[in-house]
């Protein structure tokens, strides 16, 4: 079977960071993508990772072990804008579907 | 650019009738679209991977007579929801993705279903 696991909730306060770690389990692996969605909205593309490391982009910045199964996105400087469910998903192979996490609500507080 | 639409919004119908929901690429060339079922406050559902000009892939468990997709260009696809009935009642999102960025998908922005 496949899963991907990441926590349900997480709530913190402006200017904080945030990491949201996901693991994964799958029969196939090609990358590991974050997308953000604002209640009643659209999944919005974040990051994408092919390869171990971090990439950064701008207060957002995305990291990725294959060897562990691992990868996380990580919210700095947290803004009020920024509470939305964040999803990690699974890429199995280029130009294919999508296999996403549970997701992770991201509360942010005054 | 890479903006994808969908149509209706939202739409409330009877039981037993069918529902036709559009997605459609507005500034590019959608080679894959994907159609996805979400209830509230869960996640993305995969239902269907669509090509132009093929037959849609379900996944395991999803009815495709229930459920059923014409991709019939390089910028539409539609799904629809035939005899439909209160189960049927959720967020439905497509999305898209092109050559050259498979990588990512555009979603659209959804459609609520109600089904009384």
């Known amino acids: 079977g496949q899963s991907l696991e990441q926590p349900s909730e997480v709530t913190a306060v402006e200017g904080a960071i945030v990491q949201i770690n996901c693991t994964y389990q799958?029969?196939?692996?090609?990358?590991l993508s974050w997308y953000q969605q604002h209640d009643g909205g659209a999944p919005t593309f974040l990051s994408y990772?092919?390869?171990?490391g971090l990439e950064e982009t701008g207060r957002f910045s995305s990291f990725l072990s294959r060897s562990d199964s691992y990868g996380y996105l990580l919210l700095q400087e947290l803004q009020m804008k920024d509470s939305a469910s964040y999803f990690c998903a699974v890429l199995k192979a280029a130009g294919n579907k999508l296999t996403f996490g549970g997701g992770t609500r991201v509360l942010v507080k005054p | 650019g890479a903006v994808v639409s969908q149509h209706p919004s939202r739409v409330i119908c009877k039981s037993g009738t069918s529902v036709k929901i559009e997605c459609r690429s507005l500034?590019?060339?959608?080679?894959?679209m994907f159609w996805y079922r979400q209830f509230p406050k869960k996640s993305l559902m995969l239902m269907a991977t669509?090509?132009?000009?093929?037959?849609?892939?379900?996944e395991q468990g999803v009815e495709k007579d229930k459920f059923l997709i014409n991709h019939a260009s390089l910028t539409l696809s539609t799904l629809t929801v035939t005899s439909a009935h209160p189960e049927d009642s959720s967020f439905y999102i497509c999305?898209?993705?092109?050559?050259?960025?498979?990588?990512?998908?555009?979603f659209g922005p959804g459609t609520r279903l109600t089904v009384l």
């Open positions: 999305s898209a993705s092109f050559v050259g960025n498979y990588n990512e998908q555009f």
């Open positions: 799958t029969s196939g692996f090609y990358g």
């Open positions: 669509s090509n132009e000009g093929s037959k849609a892939t379900y």
């Open positions: 500034d590019f060339q959608a080679t894959t």
């Open positions: 990772n092919a390869l171990d």
